[in-house]
């Protein structure tokens, strides 16, 4: 299995509404990303996490808070998001951090905020 | 101030024949180098990698070269297919540091 998992594909939320998306592997990996991307942007890293711990966050608005239940899953919820907020949201894992580990990606959660 | 550049934003190129995309990157201390593939409303797909201690790294079609004095790497897709036509990202890394991506090449292949 190499694969990872976002649910949902697609999500329309309103600006007071409380979402959360979702990202699973089961490859093992002890890292994992939040990515957003825009359209025709390179993916921007949000977050990391390492062995379920918060490693790296990329000074992202307090709107976007993400959780590691376990070493499988990764959720980012979502609350009081801007219109601006609208993006294709990529999770991604990886061995490590370390060198020589690329990472995988999900499909994206498209994310459109009315 | 982008650390992994991408100066061609599209290329187009006949099918058979060779795809070659561009990276620059502006760090020295990236030591591990990537390129993924991505399509439309899918997430980017590994495609190859290279290590700061080679120089070539041959998978199938796909080669990457690196030049490290000219901070240069570049993919080599031989020959090029129709189903190849994606968004390529190069990205870097520095020891345990996060990828850094460019800001991708549109590969258009013409049957």
């Known amino acids: 299995d190499t694969e990872v998992t976002q649910t949902p594909k697609h999500l329309v939320m309103g600006m007071t509404n409380k979402k959360s998306l979702k990202c699973e592997q089961h490859?093992?990996?002890?890292?994992m990303y939040w990515y957003k991307q825009k359209a025709k942007k390179p993916p921007e890293l949000m977050f990391v996490?390492?062995?379920?711990?918060?490693?790296i966050n990329e000074s992202v608005p307090s709107r976007f808070s993400p959780e590691c239940p376990n070493s499988s899953l990764l959720n980012l919820h979502l609350h009081a998001l801007q219109p601006e907020d609208s993006a294709l949201y990529l999770c991604?894992?990886?061995?490590?951090?370390?060198?020589?580990?690329?990472?995988?990606f999900g499909q994206g959660t498209r994310l459109t905020v009315v | 101030d982008q650390q992994v550049k991408q100066n061609s934003p599209s290329l187009s190129v006949q099918e058979g024949r060779i795809s070659i995309l561009n990276c620059d990157y502006t760090n020295s201390m990236f030591d591990y180098f990537l390129w993924y593939k991505k399509y439309p409303a899918e997430g980017p797909t590994f495609l190859i990698s290279?290590?700061?201690?080679?120089d070539k790294n041959e998978d199938g079609r796909f080669t990457v070269f690196l030049n490290k004095s000219a901070k240069h790497l570049s993919l080599h897709i031989v020959p090029s297919q129709p189903g190849d036509s994606a968004v390529y990202f190069c990205a870097a890394s520095e020891g345990n540091t996060p990828l850094v991506f460019g800001k991708g090449t549109r590969l258009s292949v013409i049957a």
């Open positions: 996490y390492s062995y379920e711990k918060l490693s």
């Open positions: 290279i290590s700061s201690i080679k």
């Open positions: 490859m093992g990996h002890r890292a």
């Open positions: 991604a894992s990886s061995r490590g951090q370390g060198r020589d580990t690329e990472a995988f």
